[in-house]
């Protein structure tokens, strides 16, 4: 880095020397206006980035405003969206998630981030009915009841025939009830 910083030293040295300031000041703007969409946009997404973390253990109407702001900073940029997405997925905001990858599908552009970021928001595809009712058993421990739900639906879909899968229904809450868990309101 310090033969960087001398080279351009060196080359500012001489094209000061040989230059008008003015020559200067324009080049130094021109790039100033070309770098600065993107030193902006940047600092967009990592304020949208911190609001998403701080909205761990605040209360729901302060985490509704936080997730606002944060779609508000990045708009329908896809990379910012990627970002959410991804910082969502982190803090088990799932609804969040799912928000910002269904906002950059709708802007169709990436199209393969959209498809990454699903598939790791559904999680990997069942392999083994057993390892599905062992995750299914831990999430309604942990009292995920809807991402409980949803494994125990994708377990269903693709072994149908096997009857474990009504015990995990009957230890179920009705939808809608009893979501507790990052990603949700808590309680009702």
Do not use: C, K, N
């Not at 990436?110 to 831990?138: K, N, Y």
């Amino acid at each position: 880095m310090h033969g960087l910083a001398s080279l351009v030293r060196s080359v500012v040295e001489i094209l000061r020397d040989t230059l008008p300031p003015w020559v200067i000041l324009l080049a130094a703007s021109v790039v100033l206006v070309g770098v600065l969409p993107s030193y902006l946009r940047g600092q967009r997404r990592a304020l949208a980035r911190r609001r998403i973390s701080a909205m761990a253990g605040v209360p729901q109407p302060e985490a509704d405003r936080l997730e606002a702001e944060a779609f508000r900073l990045v708009g329908s940029d896809p990379d910012g969206l990627v970002v959410l997405a991804e910082e969502a997925t982190r803090h088990g905001r799932e609804a969040v998630a799912r928000r910002a990858i269904d906002s950059l599908a709708a802007t169709g552009r990436r199209p393969a981030q959209v498809v990454r970021l699903a598939r790791g928001l559904s999680g990997p595809d069942p392999r083994l009915p057993e390892e599905e009712a062992l995750a299914i058993d831990r999430l309604l421990a942990a009292g995920l009841a809807d991402a409980a739900r949803r494994r125990l639906d994708r377990a269903r879909a693709r072994w149908p025939d096997l009857p474990d899968w009504e015990a995990f229904e009957v230890r179920l809450p009705p939808e809608g009830e009893g979501a507790t868990g990052p990603g949700s309101p808590g309680p009702r």
